[in-house]
């Protein structure tokens, strides 16, 4: 993975491409993903589960930012369940959330 701000105005990319490190994430989820991003791109097998460990990762953080999985802003439904979720983890001794 690279942050670069030569390459896509600095978006996460696959090291030494121009491949958006989302786009072979979610390409990657799909049925035939690999498959095609191993033929028709030229992703390695490590570039694919690096794609993959970082769009868990930052999708993982994306309710902390008021953002769907999706990347998305939340809409007022999404906020009133983002708020829900957090109230369910107070006292929760998980690293990620710390003690609420």
């Not at 690096?50 to 990762?57: M, V």
């Not at 953080?61 to 999985?69: K, N, Q």
Request: aromatic content about 6%.
């Amino acid at each position: 993975m690279e942050v670069n701000p030569d390459r896509l105005s600095g978006s996460p990319v696959i090291a030494a491409t121009r491949s958006p490190a989302d786009d072979v994430a979610r390409l990657a989820a799909t049925d035939d993903g690999e498959a095609i991003l191993w033929a028709d791109y030229g992703q390695t097998d490590e570039q694919i589960a690096d794609a993959r460990t970082w769009w868990a990762a930052v999708t993982g953080y994306a309710p902390a930012c008021g953002l769907t999985s999706q990347g998305h802003r939340a809409t007022a439904v999404d906020r009133r369940q983002l708020g829900a979720a957090h109230r369910d983890r107070a006292g929760s001794t998980d690293p990620l959330w710390g003690s609420l």
